[in-house]
């Protein structure tokens, strides 16, 4: 199952990008990839939130 999922390379990465301008076109890729950064943002800034909570709190130990 796994296997399927290899090592991209430069050419599978550059043909990656290519299908997506076709289809995205090229007015619309600036908000796709602001829309791609702020959810990339909005998921690590809830993964460190998830941390916090379930770190136990150094301050309480001493």
């Known amino acids: ?14 043909l990656i990008l290519a299908i997506v301008l076709i289809i995205v076109g090229p007015g619309k890729l600036p908000k796709v990839g602001q829309s791609i950064g702020q959810a990339l943002q909005n998921f690590k800034k809830a993964r460190e939130e998830d941390y916090e909570e379930l770190e136990p ?6």
């Open 1 to 14: 199952m796994f296997g399927l999922i290899g090592n991209f390379g430069p050419w599978e990465l550059i």
């Open 57 to 62: 709190k150094k301050e309480n130990k001493d």
